[in-house]
């Protein structure tokens, strides 16, 4: 036995009696394992010796096992076999159920190439490889790749083949970058570049180049390799298609484990399936107007690509990765992302939840580790905003105190220690919710009564659409374009641009952490408050024309061309109200039906 891990388990002894019995049955019942009984008999007697030898599969065994009479078991663990050994020779009763037995990792598939989302990658040697929980791959290296395909390639795919293609003929497409980090920079496209956007290609960031037999891609454990494929033509939202995570590890993980986030180099296994807590989640009555599960599972399927900065992060976003972003595809997270939360949080069973519910964690696991390697989403429009929740959503199911904390250095954080938006503290976190969120202060009044106010696309001198904030309105719960870092573009009108947009995924957001008990820890009461504001004017068909500065008689015009013969103000209603633009029906309905029964709703009163 030197080369066997033994435990021995004794309940139910009854060993007088035991001797008594002539013959006896032997009844095992397993679980996620295979077995073998030896001697095979229909009775047995006291003098048998039988040996039952289980194998673990995925190396975890579930034993529900009863012999009467038996032996005190033994119960061993082959060294490096995962194979569980019963010895029964004594004569005793014993009787043991849902025994979980650990045993060793099963063994390794090993495969010389691996596809994902038509993105292919091909190793010099087999490699052992997985699947983690949402679907992505694992191999255990480090592993040298000859070939990634399609092809990194510089060629004549800018110029004139599209309205978005740089203005040079020159552009590097289907680039891939390794342990990515939050910032300006990427590797993947060199499209917009040289039109001088924000999200710049950097050459050295692109490991794709030139990869083949003769000069393979080395890859050491720790590693997270993102494969792009660009688009042909790329379009006004995306130069990328379709994006792919190879993660390259020490060992095999367990079947159920989340991916370690792509950012970063910290590729430590962190959660597993096992851990996501549902009683976390609440379960609602479902309301009229909600997506199909199907549809918002493939939304969230892949690895939605968002370590660029703010309004050129959606340049590398792939279109297929993210088929919600097609349209408006700035504003498309900051919708879908409490959209997939509400629904997670209505009542359905665990098991219509658990697809869409891995590939939500798993947003916000690779957002986290995105804010850890330096990234941010401040206020920009409709850009920033959306990132925050996924985070706090996985820290809540999952019981994850650092990203529970996000709160702590983001929204108000902004105002602490006599901070503010012209001085921000250097450790804040930027999320476009908290960002645009804020309640009028004394700077606000100082800043746009003063030669600096510069509001966002509009004419300052129009009052029509740029209204500067005056002395009463401190205290008010206002949104701002770009406020937290550039209030000098804040606006008080209503229809200051970008605000519709921008302001229809807050609803969403302000439910979910209502329905979940999170509002203390997003940290922004004001968030909360301009969003009951700005539900309480869009659902007043009075209220949002008196906002929108219309007469009673320019309300009911109708509207020139329109195809439906709606009216200026059922254009106006329809517009603020429905997708793209406004929060949809279905987290409309959600508001309508449970946002009075979490706490008061500010009125201004």
Same mark, same amino acid.
Request: proline fraction near 7%.
């Given at each position: 036995?030197?080369?066997?891990?033994?435990?021995?388990?004794?309940?139910?002894?009854?060993?007088?009696?035991?001797?008594?019995?002539?013959?006896?049955? &032997?009844?095992?019942? +397993?679980?996620?394992?295979?077995?073998?009984?030896?001697?095979?008999?229909?009775?047995?007697?006291?003098?048998?010796?039988?040996? /039952?030898?289980?194998? $673990?599969?995925?190396?975890?065994?579930?034993?529900?096992?009863?012999?009467?009479?038996?032996?005190?078991?033994?119960?061993?663990?082959?060294?490096?076999?995962?194979?569980?050994?019963?010895?029964?020779?004594?004569?005793?009763?014993?009787?043991?159920?849902? /025994? %979980?037995?650990?045993?060793?990792?099963?063994?390794?598939?090993?495969?010389?190439?691996?596809?994902?989302?038509?993105?292919?990658?091909?190793?010099?040697?087999?490699?052992?490889?997985?699947?983690? +929980?949402?679907?992505?791959?694992?191999?255990?290296?480090?592993?040298?790749?000859?070939?990634?395909?399609?092809?990194?390639?510089?060629?004549?795919?800018?110029?004139?083949?599209? $309205?978005?293609?740089?203005?040079?003929?020159?552009?590097?497409?289907?680039?891939?970058?390794?342990?990515?980090?939050?910032?300006?920079?990427?590797?993947?496209?060199?499209?917009?570049?040289?039109?001088?956007?924000?999200?710049?290609?950097?050459?050295?960031?692109?490991?794709?180049?030139?990869?083949?037999?003769?000069?393979?891609?080395?890859?050491?454990?720790?590693?997270?390799?993102?494969?792009?494929?660009?688009? &042909?033509?790329?379009?006004?939202?995306?130069?990328?298609?379709?994006? @792919?995570?190879?993660?390259?590890? #020490?060992?095999?993980?367990?079947?159920?484990?989340?991916?370690?986030?792509?950012?970063?180099?910290?590729?430590?296994?962190?959660?597993?399936?096992?851990?996501?807590?549902?009683?976390?989640?609440?379960?609602?009555?479902?309301?009229?107007?909600?997506?199909? !599960? @199907?549809?918002?599972?493939?939304?969230? @399927?892949?690895?939605?690509?968002?370590?660029?900065?703010?309004?050129?992060?959606?340049?590398?976003?792939?279109?297929?990765?993210?088929?919600?972003?097609?349209?408006?595809? $700035?504003?498309?997270?900051?919708?879908?992302?409490?959209?997939?939360?509400?629904? %997670?949080?209505?009542?359905?069973?665990?098991?219509?939840?658990?697809?869409?519910?891995?590939?939500?964690?798993?947003?916000?696991?690779? %957002?986290?580790?995105?804010?850890?390697?330096?990234?941010?989403?401040? +206020?920009?429009?409709?850009?920033?905003?959306?990132?925050?929740?996924?985070?706090?959503?996985?820290?809540?199911?999952?019981?994850?105190?650092?990203?529970?904390?996000?709160?702590?250095?983001?929204?108000?954080?902004?105002?602490?220690?006599?901070?503010?938006?012209?001085?921000?503290?250097?450790?804040?976190?930027?999320?476009?919710?908290?960002?645009?969120?804020?309640?009028?202060?004394?700077?606000?009044?100082?800043?746009?009564?003063?030669?600096?106010?510069?509001?966002?696309?509009?004419?300052?001198?129009?009052?029509?659409?740029?209204?500067?904030?005056?002395?009463?309105?401190?205290?008010?719960?206002?949104?701002?374009?770009?406020?937290?870092? +550039?209030?000098?573009?804040?606006?008080?009108?209503?229809? $200051?641009?970008?605000?519709?947009?921008?302001?229809?995924?807050?609803?969403?957001?302000?439910?979910?952490?209502?329905?979940?008990?999170?509002?203390?820890?997003?940290?922004?009461? @004001?968030?909360?408050?301009?969003?009951?504001?700005?539900?309480?004017?869009?659902?007043?068909?009075?209220?949002?024309?008196?906002?929108?500065?219309?007469?009673?008689?320019?309300?009911?015009? &109708?509207?020139?061309?329109?195809?439906?013969?709606?009216?200026?103000?059922?254009?106006?209603?329809?517009? !603020?109200?429905?997708?793209?633009?406004?929060?949809?029906?279905?987290?409309?309905?959600?508001?309508?039906?449970?946002?009075?029964?979490?706490? #008061?709703?500010?009125?201004?009163?």
């Amino acid at each position: 036995m030197s080369n066997y891990q033994s435990i021995i388990l004794q309940t139910g002894t009854r060993s007088l009696i035991a001797r008594s019995l002539k013959r006896f049955t &032997l009844t095992i019942n +397993a679980t996620n394992a295979t077995y073998v009984v030896s001697p095979v008999k229909q009775f047995y007697t006291a003098e048998d010796e039988i040996t /039952v030898t289980m194998t $673990a599969s995925e190396g975890y065994t579930t034993v529900d096992g009863s012999w009467t009479p038996g032996n005190a078991v033994v119960f061993s663990t082959p060294v490096g076999a995962g194979v569980a050994v019963f010895h029964i020779n004594q004569n005793t009763t014993v009787s043991f159920s849902s /025994v %979980l037995i650990e045993g060793d990792p099963p063994v390794e598939n090993t495969t010389s190439s691996i596809t994902k989302d038509d993105i292919t990658w091909t190793f010099d040697e087999p490699v052992p490889y997985g699947l983690f +929980a949402n679907g992505d791959y694992w191999v255990v290296g480090p592993v040298n790749i000859v070939s990634i395909a399609p092809p990194c390639q510089t060629g004549p795919w800018g110029g004139a083949n599209g $309205a978005y293609d740089s203005p040079t003929t020159e552009r590097t497409i289907n680039g891939s970058m390794i342990n990515p980090v939050g910032g300006p920079y990427q590797g993947y496209d060199s499209n917009r570049s040289p039109r001088g956007d924000s999200n710049i290609y950097q050459s050295t960031l692109n490991v794709a180049i030139g990869v083949n037999s003769e000069n393979p891609l080395q890859v050491p454990v720790g590693s997270s390799l993102v494969s792009t494929i660009s688009a &042909l033509p790329p379009t006004s939202e995306t130069d990328l298609t379709d994006a @792919a995570v190879l993660t390259i590890l #020490t060992e095999a993980p367990s079947a159920d484990s989340f991916r370690p986030a792509y950012c970063g180099t910290d590729k430590t296994i962190k959660f597993t399936k096992a851990e996501l807590d549902y009683s976390k989640l609440e379960k609602l009555t479902p309301v009229s107007g909600m997506p199909t !599960w @199907a549809s918002m599972e493939t939304m969230f @399927a892949r690895p939605i690509l968002d370590h660029a900065l703010v309004s050129m992060g959606q340049h590398i976003r792939p279109k297929n990765n993210f088929p919600g972003g097609t349209v408006y595809a $700035a504003y498309s997270l900051g919708r879908y992302n409490p959209t997939a939360a509400l629904m %997670l949080n209505l009542n359905y069973d665990d098991s219509i939840k658990e697809k869409l519910l891995i590939s939500y964690v798993q947003q916000g696991i690779d %957002l986290f580790g995105i804010v850890e390697t330096g990234g941010y989403w401040w +206020a920009e429009g409709g850009h920033g905003v959306g990132r925050k929740l996924p985070i706090l959503f996985a820290g809540k199911v999952l019981g994850n105190i650092d990203m529970l904390n996000i709160g702590e250095k983001s929204g108000v954080y902004l105002y602490d220690d006599s901070h503010s938006p012209v001085n921000p503290p250097q450790d804040y976190i930027h999320f476009g919710d908290d960002g645009s969120t804020h309640y009028v202060s004394q700077l606000d009044v100082d800043i746009t009564n003063s030669s600096s106010w510069s509001p966002t696309n509009v004419d300052k001198t129009d009052p029509d659409v740029a209204l500067p904030y005056s002395s009463e309105d401190i205290g008010l719960p206002e949104w701002g374009n770009r406020h937290d870092h +550039a209030p000098q573009g804040n606006n008080k009108c209503w229809s $200051a641009p970008y605000r519709a947009i921008a302001s229809a995924p807050l609803p969403g957001t302000v439910m979910t952490m209502h329905i979940m008990g999170m509002k203390t820890g997003w940290n922004n009461p @004001a968030l909360f408050d301009y969003t009951d504001r700005y539900m309480g004017i869009i659902e007043s068909e009075e209220s949002l024309r008196i906002n929108l500065g219309y007469t009673v008689e320019e309300w009911n015009t &109708l509207r020139p061309g329109d195809s439906s013969g709606r009216t200026i103000g059922q254009y106006i209603m329809d517009l !603020w109200r429905n997708t793209p633009v406004g929060p949809g029906t279905f987290i409309r309905n959600i508001w309508a039906t449970y946002r009075a029964d979490y706490g #008061t709703i500010w009125t201004g009163e």
